[in-house]
């Protein structure tokens, strides 16, 4: 049971424009959620955060945002750059859970 | 550089035989995770421990087994290897037990021939 889904495998975005990457969970125990960056043959790296009491955060670049109602999270980059050009994970986990449930990951990739 | 260590990065071994990874987890963190990512597919939870306790499992296989230790190290060891397992294996540390940020090593290559 994939209880964390990011439907789209891929993404191309030019440079300097927006690059939008979704994420949808089930469960509705979860009030954590994680945006994680990896490039190949590296460990994923932490990228931004939200708690399930805000419904936006912001960090430089990046925003994250979340829709409880919906069950849908997304993680907007502007501008893109062609060293964003990575896999983008996103993970939940929330009070009793004991990990982190990842998505199976969007691949952008961000050309000049 | 996220702090936690794991070793060796690439490991080729043959069908049968048995393996142990390393883990240095961030200095401070008490929680361990160990994930598998197999051909570029999401990463999927093994096993998890706080504080040389097991704390939670997930799809990990009998032949497959952690331990943390007394300095918070971590050891994976993985027996009876299948062509299957061939996969990287990452590590990741955190302050808590649950939730929040996890920070993870570079991962260990894993080829089984």
Not at chain 1, 8 to 14: D, E, I, M, T
Not at chain 1, 47 to 55: F, G, P, R
Not at chain 1, 92 to 99: C, D, E, L
Request: charged fraction near 20%; aromatic fraction near 12%.
């Amino acid at each position: 049971d994939q209880q964390v889904k990011q439907n789209s495998p891929s993404l191309s975005v030019q440079e300097g424009r927006i690059s939008i990457l979704n994420c949808d969970y089930t469960n509705s125990m979860f009030d954590y959620f994680l945006w994680y960056k990896k490039y190949p043959a590296e460990g994923p790296t932490f990228l931004i955060s939200i708690s399930s009491i805000k419904d936006k955060n912001e960090d430089g670049r990046f925003t994250v945002f979340l829709n409880k109602s919906a069950k849908h999270l997304s993680l907007h980059i502007v501008p893109s750059q062609p060293g964003d050009s990575a896999v983008y994970f996103c993970a939940a986990s929330g009070t009793g859970f004991q990990k982190l449930v990842f998505g199976t990951g969007t691949r952008l990739l961000v050309s000049p | 550089d996220s702090g936690v260590t794991q070793t060796p990065k690439h490991l080729i071994t043959a069908t049968g035989q048995r393996v142990t990874l390393r883990c240095s987890p961030r200095s401070g963190d008490l929680s361990v995770y160990w994930y598998q990512q197999s051909l570029d597919q999401g990463l999927q939870f093994l096993i998890q421990y706080y504080n040389g306790e097991e704390r939670a499992k997930g799809n990990i296989l009998e032949r497959f087994s952690a331990q943390q230790f007394p300095d918070l190290h971590s050891e994976l060891n993985l027996s009876s290897l299948e062509l299957g397992d061939s996969a990287l294996y990452f590590c990741a540390s955190s302050t808590r037990q649950g939730a929040g940020e996890a920070f993870f090593g570079q991962g260990t290559r894993l080829t089984v021939v």
